[in-house]
């Protein structure tokens, strides 16, 4: 559950808005740049989510939406969610006490940059391998290939979610200089790192196997958290690109009047306001829900990963038309926007995806109603 205070969260939301307007977004990206992810794990950015006995601070995912919002607004390009959301609630839901506190520890203190692969979560692309792990003396042989994985280039340990020979998933801890290990880096659309990685016959030692009742479980729990605190950065980065295009409004003059005066562009700045004010409280009801265990946790992470992609565009798209021809332009800021919600539409479910989950849920529990009520009868 959130544990600050509304007081203390406002303070710490403006620490974090101090702390990140002085860096660039292309600062820190990772373990390439230590120094930076060190500031980030001294903030206690990283251990929010952790438990206090694990050396975090031991709240929720409430508490995280905070840095969150805070990332999307500064355009960081830091893997901080991976590690901070993704990684820590794997963590949690690994059984072994040791594996457990070796790896909570490390996303606390910054000693541990995670990457996350995982089959099925890539791009569509030809060559595309499902990643297998077969037996071997001591071990397994991870093979298969999946491309367009977020800050693998920047990560210092991968996390690896492979198929065995039989069925069951495993999540194994892979060294990225590992032999037969390929990283293929490039940028995407907003030029956060990302990868094709390859696994070529990747031995990995049995105790780099995560002690897990129920991988897919984890990802599950992870796959919501992660979603949710996507939306939040998308929400952020509309906050921040709303405020930056009224600026422009006021300042910019036309026909011997600032932008701003013309009614037309009022109802549109305000139409994106309420975009992002709408997305900022779904996405705060479906952390809640999170934290809380609801049983409508699931139902509220789809409604807010829908509503911030489809606002995200929309703020974005309007933004760049407000700013005219210049809103094009690689210099202006309104477009370095517009790609980082492009980025966050792609990331944790598309909202089509989410929008079908929602429905597929919706319909299951009418039909188990109708079926309840003939029972009845």
């Given at each position: 559950m959130a544990m600050l205070e509304p007081d203390i969260a406002r303070l710490f939301e403006r620490e974090v808005d101090r702390f990140l307007a002085d860096r660039s977004p292309a600062d820190h990206t990772g373990a390439a740049a230590a120094g930076g992810w060190q500031a980030y794990a001294d903030l206690g950015w990283l251990g929010i989510m952790v438990p206090e006995a694990y050396g975090g601070m031991g709240g929720g995912l409430s508490d995280y939406l905070i840095v969150a919002r805070g990332i999307g607004g500064a355009l960081l390009k830091a893997p901080i969610t991976l590690a901070a959301v993704v990684g820590t609630e794997l963590a949690l839901h690994v059984d072994d006490e040791g594996q457990r506190q070796t790896l909570l520890n490390g996303l606390c203190d910054g000693s541990l940059v995670p990457g996350l692969v995982r089959s099925g979560?890539?791009?569509?692309g030809a060559g595309s391998e499902p990643v297998t792990a077969s037996?071997?003396?001591?071990?397994?042989?991870?093979?298969?290939?999946?491309?367009?994985v977020p800050h693998a280039g920047d990560a210092n340990l991968l996390l690896v979610v492979a198929r065995s020979v039989g069925g069951d998933d495993g999540l194994y801890l892979v060294n990225p200089a590992s032999d037969g290990l390929e990283l293929h880096s490039y940028p995407m659309i907003d030029d956060?790192?990302?990868a094709t990685v390859t696994f070529d016959r990747v031995f990995v030692p049995g105790d780099r196997r995560l002690a897990m009742s129920s991988v897919a479980a984890a990802m599950e729990k992870a796959g919501l958290s992660a979603a949710v605190a996507t939306a939040a950065e998308a929400a952020g980065a509309m906050r921040a690109l709303n405020e930056l295009t009224l600026e422009h409004v006021r300042s910019r003059r036309q026909f011997g009047r600032a932008l701003a005066d013309f009614q037309v562009l009022q109802h549109r700045l305000v139409d994106m306001m309420i975009a992002e004010r709408r997305s900022a409280a779904i996405v705060r009801t479906a952390a809640e829900?999170?934290?809380t265990g609801s049983p409508f946790a699931a139902r509220l992470t789809a409604a807010a990963k829908i509503t911030a992609d489809r606002a995200g565009r929309f703020v974005g798209e309007a933004a760049i038309q407000l700013h005219?021809?210049?809103?094009m332009s690689e210099e202006c800021a309104a477009g370095?926007?517009?790609?980082?919600?492009l980025y966050l539409a792609q990331s944790w479910g598309v909202a089509d995806d989410h929008l079908d989950r929602l429905a597929d849920t919706i319909m299951d529990e009418l039909e188990q109603e109708t079926a309840d009520v003939r029972h009845d009868a």
């Open positions: 979560a890539d791009t569509p037996p071997d003396a001591g071990g397994v042989r991870l093979t298969g290939r999946c491309f367009c956060r790192n990302a829900a999170i934290d005219g021809g210049m809103g370095r926007y517009l790609k980082r919600l």
